[in-house]
């Protein structure tokens, strides 16, 4: 079956494709990541706490 | 106030603080759907895993018997519970971390009401037999249709929210959200394809290879996509909240997310190592898989991580003890997963309880525990109170990891002893084990314990339920929580992001969405297009005839009793294999197989070969009773097949539809059908007589005989190929 799907031509290059396009959107991704400056991931990574006040999602309260 | 208050530094203007409320009666509602469907669910299972070792456990009910009640475990737990489990993670989570209610209240509650009646339905479907066969998509066309209905509702009401939210950037859960939903609609719709023949029927428009090929991409990235990214967002923000950490590395969640889509989608084909799929499309499953280990223990990491600094209060609080097993069993299952997807593991693993062993890490630790840990965590939350009792949910921890170690420990001793066992030959070259009833007898004692782990772990949710009922008792339900917030549309453009950064991506949610989209629709086209190709390649068997009408209905006898479930017809090229069944298979010789039987457990022997094995009254007295003809024999017995009456009502739309698809029947022989069908019953009845059975030519199991007797016979009656020397001679 193999032998048959390589002779239809170009089918090997699929394999190798398939891993250049994961290098290519593992290191898009890296780059990416990387970019980012420290508060922004700072403040992102800590989203999910801000709601922990209690009935107030006001990130500057207006009284300050 | 929490001490990570990141954007303390923006100026609000009072004028712009807006006032509105999250939505906690979806959740709520969600979360008893989560509750009773994991206890139904778990308990089909546990009835099917006392059936395999006490099979008139099935009350000699067709309802109830195992190759029913398996896919009404399967589904029930895998949409049912961790289903409700998933929506109520997202609505909770979604609107907290968008900072805005649900876009649509009306959607919201047509997400709850549809998904809970598909529920109902596919649990009175499965048990009356309509099933397409298909792992984990057994359901038929018209519920099917349902479930895209429902699912675009959900994902429009979670697009929507995302679009009104206030808060600027979009969080890594809700990425992982946004990627589950595309997902899902797209492997639903693109397995899901049929031909209707009636309400309650419909044929796969695939056949063999290409169906095996589309299904196990689908079942693969069901497990990824609906049982492990959805929980992914869920761990990102829960594990948070619930160890007051920020998360350990958002940069490694960016990678993690990206890595991870992009990866999971290739892995499907590592179900079908060894079988009649091309070497090619089998080892970029392969090698995929392997891959997949690096972004799915980044994510346990950064999970595991989170807990820095926390982890004396794992030791007190359950939510966190939950927790971290559940991310623990991810990481040991992900761990495990790529290793299995090793061609040569996976030829000892495969159609083993080893399988079972696997994916019940993942069911039970990964999706079982993080589900009870965000309920403990949520539940007093939505009736602003605490837990009831803090010590019976610890209790309930212990008892429920005590039932994991007595489920997954003995099933995989059970695979490796079976896989052993299959493959084993005595010195002078013959099978150890010729006798598949041997290999079955060593495992009993290996079901029994699975049973008691899966009791453990049942009881232990009704702890939880009863907990969880005291919690709500005790409390006051909050059916809307009012908050405030600033919407970063009101802020002043002095905080533009960086084009195309990744955090100006993560304020563009169509532009995100459409990424992820990319991502996943890379890796399906490039495996269906070998599929595609396969099509018009597939070496044809002259030899290979359609089935005959009565052959026909049996076959689909066979898909309504869910036989697949413990016999395969799929013979891998190994001497073990073609010592034991026969040659082994070909892609050739499923070109009219709507849809394909390989099955993936071998509870029972395969039957690929099986026609022409055994006479026809052996076939009719094992089905009556497998322990006559095979003592010892776990199988279930199907007195109705002897008594219910042939249904041939529906045989000229089965064979149009077929035709639809493929299936090279004549012209016009719709017509003549049903007398071909008699013709052939006539014969079995004949043949049965001579085996001292008397038998009526119009009772389901002469259709099933026949389908039986035809398994194999097409191959063994090809001429066989005259060796070159000797044709030249």
Known sequence: MSQIIDKLGGIETFGIVSICLFVAVFTASMVLAFCLKKPFLKSMGALPLEDDRPKNNITNPPSL | MNAASPTLAREVPRTNVETFKYDNRIVRAFAIATVIWGIVGMSAGLL??????????????????????????????????????????????????????????????????????????????????????????????????????????????????????????????????????????????????????????????????????????????????????????????????????????????????????????????????????????????????????????????????????????????????????????????????????????????HYTDWTIAHVHTGALG????????????????????????????????????LGMMFYVIPMYIAGITEGMMWKQFTKEGFLQYPNFLETVQQIIPFYRLRAIGGTLYIFGVWLMAYNLWKTARAGVFVPEEEVQAVSYRTQSAAHADPAFSHRWLESKPMLLTGAALIAVLIGGMIEI????????????????????????????IYIREGCLGCHSQMIRPFRSETERYGEYSKAGEYVYDHPFLWGSKRIGPDLQRVGGKYPDAWHYNHLDDPRSTSPGSIMPRYPWLLSQELDTTSLEARISALRRVGVPYPAGYEGKALEDLNHQAAKIVIDLSVGQVKAQPDREIIAVIAYLQRLGADIKSAPKAVPAVAANK
Not at chain 2, 176 to 187: E, P
Not at chain 2, 193 to 209: C, H, M, N, R
Not at chain 2, 374 to 385: A, G, M
Request: net charge positive; aromatic share 16%.
């Open chain 2, 48 to 349: 099917c895993a006392v059936q395999l070792f006490f099979p008139a456990a099935n009350f000699n009910l067709q309802f109830v018997t195992f190759g029913r009640l398996r896919p009404v475990h399967t589904n029930a737990v895998i949409f049912a519970f961790v289903g409700n489990g998933m929506f109520m993670g997202i609505y909770y989570s979604l609107q907290r971390l968008c900072k805005a209610r649900m876009f649509s209240d009306k959607l919201s509650w047509l997400n709850f009401w549809g998904w809970n009646a598909i529920i109902v339905a596919a649990a009175i479907t499965l048990p009356l037999g309509f099933t397409t066969s298909k792992e984990y998509a057994e359901l038929e066309w018209p519920i099917k249709i349902a479930i895209a209905v429902i699912w675009v509702a959900f994902t429009i009401n979670l697009l929507g929210t995302i679009v009104k939210r206030r808060e600027k950037h979009i969080y890594v859960a809700i990425w992982f959200y946004i990627a589950t939903a595309l997902t899902v609609a797209i492997l639903h719709i693109v397995n899901g394809l049929e031909v209707p023949v009636t309400f309650w029927k419909g044929y796969s428009i695939y056949a063999g290879v290409q169906d095996a090929l589309v299904q196990w991409w689908y079942g693969h990235n069901a497990v990824a996509f609906f049982l492990t990214t959805p929980y992914l967002g869920m761990m990102y923000y829960y594990l948070p909240k619930a160890a007051n950490r920020p998360v350990f590395s958002y940069r490694l969640s960016i990678i993690h997310f990206w890595a991870l889509i992009f990866i999971y989608i290739w892995a499907g084909p590592h179900h079908l190592l060894y079988t009649a799929l091309p070497d090619w499309a089998q080892s970029l499953g392969m090698v995929f898989s392997i891959m997949l280990i690096a972004p799915s223990w980044g994510g346990m990491l950064n999970g595991l991580l989170t807990l820095r600094g926390a982890w004396d209060k794992v030791r007190q609080d359950p939510v966190l003890k939950f927790m971290v097993g559940a991310v623990t069993a991810y990481g040991m299952a992900t761990l495990e997963g790529p290793a299995l997807a090793i061609k040569s593991v996976n030829s000892l693993s």
């Open chain 2, 529 to 556: 297009i070998p599929m595609i190709v396969i099509k018009e390649n597939v070496p044809t068997i002259s030899s290979v005839k359609p089935y005959s009408p009565l052959e026909l209905l049996g076959r689909d």
């Open chain 2, 366 to 401: 990964w999706n079982g525990l993080l589900t009870f840990s965000v309920l403990y965590w949520l539940i007093p939350r939505l009736y602003d109170t605490k837990l009831w009792s803090t010590k019976l949910a610890n209790y309930h921890f212990w008892i429920a990891l």
